[in-house]
């Protein structure tokens, strides 16, 4: 929804802003130039990248009109279940949470949490790392080590959508003087004519710049900006699992294991002790 309200706003600020110094938006209406634009806009973007990545970039943009990936019940479930996992394993041992973390979709534990049952990356993610722990074949820091090669694996991953907009957010410029100097040839090769038509080319002609620098800052670079945003914020409830279930290897209890993974967070999604250790009993 604010993406929508942000270009409303672009747009009213640029055209309204042209319309109320007495320019006519009928002249900024050139089809010829967006084709010109657009079609080297995307000519460029297939060219540019693998069909991995063209996927990627096309599966992650309906994510622009979704709200925040993660809020903070979302959170707040993620660590009443880990503190639910680790507390069975300390009254019960290790062996006690194996049937859970080979098949979580069969788990009454995970059922009890459908919103983190249900995002198969998270639940992936946290099962494989439970697994090793009953496996009791590395240490901490080994599988410290190992989370933070995923981790960044998965952000690499999250990222590239973003840089791939970004850098045709950057080259919409260029393909805007493209247009523009396709203009001025036409003009040049149109001399002659009465000044008056003359000067309607030349307006033509600018427009395509005009064009290339507002899609490019307007519209698409924005665009970039927002995707990086939701990519870090997904690499951000890995961090929690990953700091909860260390925390719980160096010795910590549950629920001050679950503490560590609580700091973790940004302070807007951040419950309050209190808060977490309610909403944990009440999950109990």
Request: include cysteine.
């Amino acid at each position: 929804m604010l993406v929508i309200i942000g270009y409303v706003v672009v747009c009213f600020s640029v055209f309204g802003g042209f319309a109320m110094a007495g320019g006519h938006l009928g002249a900024l209406l050139q089809p010829i130039e967006l084709l010109m634009i657009g079609g080297a806009a995307v000519g460029a973007f297939v060219v540019g990248n693998t069909s991995k990545v063209t996927r990627a970039t096309l599966k992650s943009l309906p994510k622009i009109l979704k709200g925040q990936k993660y809020n903070k019940a979302d959170y707040m479930e993620l660590m009443a279940l880990l503190y639910e996992l680790l507390n069975k394993v300390r009254k019960e041992g290790l062996m006690s949470i194996e049937g859970d973390v080979e098949v979580p979709a069969e788990s009454a534990l995970f059922a009890k949490y459908p919103k983190v049952a249900n995002d198969h990356h998270v639940v992936e993610f946290m099962t494989d790392y439970l697994r090793i722990m009953v496996s009791g074949n590395l240490n901490a820091m080994e599988i410290e080590n190992l989370m933070d090669i995923e981790i960044d694996t998965h952000h690499h991953e999250e990222m590239v959508p973003s840089h791939v907009i970004a850098k045709l957010a950057d080259a919409m410029p260029a393909f805007g003087i493209v247009a523009a100097v396709m203009g001025v040839v036409h003009t040049m090769e149109s001399v002659g004519i009465p000044p008056a038509e003359l000067g309607i080319l030349i307006a033509h002609a600018l427009v395509g710049t005009f064009l290339g620098i507002l899609l490019g800052y307007g519209f698409i670079g924005p665009l970039a900006t927002l995707l990086e945003q939701k990519s870090m914020e997904g690499t951000k409830i890995f961090n929690v699992i990953k700091v909860t279930l260390l925390a719980n290897l160096n010795g910590y209890a549950p629920a001050m294991a679950v503490e560590f993974g609580r700091k973790v967070l940004d302070s807007t999604e951040r419950p309050g002790f209190a808060e977490l250790e309610e909403h944990v009993k009440q999950k109990r």
